[in-house]
T-cell receptor, first 109, second 114 residues
Framework: EDKVVQSPLSLVVHEGDTVTLNCSYE??????LLWYKQEKKAPTFLFMLTSSGIEKKSGRLSSILDKKELSSILNITATQTGDSAIYLCAVEDNNDMRFGAGTRLTVKP | DGGITQSPKYLFRKEGQNVTLSCEQNLNHDAMYWYRQDPGQGLRLIYYSQIVNDFQKGDIAEGYSVSREKKESFPLTVTSAQKNPTAFYLC?????????????FGDGTRLSIL
């Protein structure tokens, strides 16, 4: 059965800390892995990863895919309170997209 | 302003009532999706459509119905057969084929039982 597992489910840090969020998956016909940030409403797109070992970076956020280990990590450096959100990992195959349960990140001042 | 419009933002359903959630897009995307989000769970796929007049069931289609008469519109009906409809519903669009673009999401509709 296809599945996407994220860890940890929740995380509380202080401003300035660095965090690493994990996503592992088991899907057939893998096309891509995506990271989304969800605050109060719809998820907003962060990264799409299709190739193993190539880091994608946007400001303090970065992500990398390991197709051999069937996993991806999302790193956030120098965290800020505005980073508090649920981070969703999704894996796309030929037909649809399957989401993990999300990691709830809380950044305290 | 290009994007996905979901309406209403909040919806209340009475027992035995069917309700329809609207999703309209002007992104010219072929594919449209409906997801349901419950607390502590990831998004679960209800239905998706890759072309007009065609749609497929997702993981939790029971108690729901959809139509895709126009490319821009993919309404979701929550029927009385759905015994636990309280959830946050997200509509998404995406391109098909090999363009490998991420899905775009609407702002969601929160459905509650009266």
């Amino acid at each position: 059965e296809d599945k996407v597992v994220q860890s940890p489910l929740s995380l509380v840090v202080h401003e300035g800390d660095t965090v690493t969020l994990n996503c592992s998956y088991e899907v057939t016909n893998f096309r891509s892995l995506l990271w989304y940030k969800q605050e109060k409403k719809a998820p907003t797109f962060l990264f799409m990863l299709t190739s193993s070992g190539i880091e994608k970076k946007s400001g303090r956020l970065s992500s990398i895919l390991d197709k051999k280990e069937l996993s991806s990590i999302l790193n956030i450096t120098a965290t800020q309170t505005g980073d508090s959100a649920i981070y969703l990992c999704a894996v796309e195959d030929n037909n649809d997209m399957r989401f993990g349960a999300g990691t709830r990140l809380t950044v305290k001042p | 302003d290009g994007g996905i419009t979901q309406s209403p933002k909040y919806l209340f359903r009475k027992e035995g009532q069917n309700v329809t959630l609207s999703c309209e897009q002007n992104l010219n995307h072929d594919a449209m999706y409906w997801y349901r989000q419950d607390p502590g769970q990831g998004l679960r796929l209800i239905y998706y459509s890759q072309i007009v007049n065609d749609f497929q069931k997702g993981d939790i289609a029971e108690g729901y119905s959809v139509s895709r008469e126009k490319k821009e519109s993919f309404p979701l009906t929550v029927t009385s057969a759905q015994k636990n409809p309280t959830a946050f519903y997200l509509c998404a669009t995406g391109s098909t084929g090999s363009s490998n673009q991420p899905q775009h999401f609407g702002d969601g509709t929160r459905l509650s039982i009266l």
